[in-house]
Nanobody, 124 residues
Framework: QVQLVESGGGLVQTGDSLRLSCAAS????????MGWFRQAPGKEREFVAA????????NYANPVKGRFTISRDDAKNTVYLQMNSLRPEDTAVYYC?????????????????WGQGTQVTVSS
């Protein structure tokens, strides 16, 4: 079993930056691909970014390409999402997820463990 806890969310203004963290406990973090998803009010949860084992592959949704960066620190059992140039449409609850099958795509049912989420609100 893997427990995931997100942190770093908050209220910011358009153009600001935030860095989200997701700390993992339990089984070997370095063996999992990790992803970030988000859910805006009234919308379905959507893929944001993913990173493979050993950081060899990263994958981003089109709306965040060039603004968000996913990274991981296996020594700290943590995955990060650096979010720059934030926009009001980035407002959502952000979730991290772990895949035991090294999956780095956007299909949510391929991720096995999920955190509880952290709120990000971007004011205009």
């Amino acid at each position: 079993q893997v427990q995931l806890v997100e942190s770093g969310g908050g209220l910011v203004q358009t153009g600001d930056s935030l860095r989200l963290s997701c700390a993992a406990s339990g089984r070997t973090f370095s063996n999992y691909a990790m992803g970030w998803f988000r859910q805006a009010p009234g919308k379905e949860r959507e893929f944001v970014a993913a990173i493979s084992v050993s950081e060899t592959v990263t994958n981003y949704a089109n709306p965040v390409k060039g603004r968000f960066t996913i990274s991981r620190d296996d020594a700290k059992n943590t995955v990060y999402l650096q979010m720059n140039s934030l926009r009001p449409e980035d407002t959502a609850v952000y979730y991290c997820a772990a895949s035991v099958t090294y999956y780095t795509g956007s299909r949510q049912n391929r991720y096995n463990y999920w955190g509880q989420g952290t709120q990000v609100t971007v004011s205009s």
